[in-house]
């Protein structure tokens, strides 16, 4: 089992920069690919971004792309989602996720663990 803690959200105006983090406890020892979700009021949770283990692929959803940077601790069950140049539309509560795996390069947007849940609310 593993289970991860988000932090960092909160109010921020449009344009300025936020960044999340999750921490995972439990089976740590074990390797994963990690990522991020989120779900606005009224809407389904949807794709944000993916890390695989080794860090060195990633994958972002049209919409975030190249606002939003995922990243993670070398070796550790630990990811970042640096947001920058937030719209309101960024506007939700954001979910960190993770899933082992086999293959460390790889990145994946089905999961089996999920966090809690940690606000973020853009004002305009």
């Known amino acids: 089992q593993l289970q991860l803690v988000e932090s960092g959200g909160g109010l921020v105006q449009a344009g300025a920069s936020l960044r999340l983090s999750c921490t995972a406890s439990g089976r740590t020892d074990l390797k994963y690919a990690m990522g991020w979700f989120r779900q606005a009021p009224g809407k389904e949770r949807e794709f944000v971004a993916s890390?695989?283990?080794?860090?060195?692929?990633?994958d972002y959803a049209d919409s975030v792309k190249g606002r939003f940077t995922i990243s993670k601790d070398k070796g550790e069950a630990t990811v970042y989602l640096q947001m920058n140049t937030p719209t309101p539309e960024d506007t939700a509560v954001y979910y960190c996720?993770?899933?082992?795996?086999?293959?460390?390069?790889?990145?994946?947007?089905?999961?089996?663990?999920w966090g809690q849940g940690t606000q973020v609310t853009v004002s305009s």
């Open positions: 890390i695989s283990w080794s860090g060195v692929s990633t």
């Open positions: 996720a993770a899933r082992q795996i086999i293959l460390i390069h790889s990145t994946t947007r089905e999961y089996d663990y």
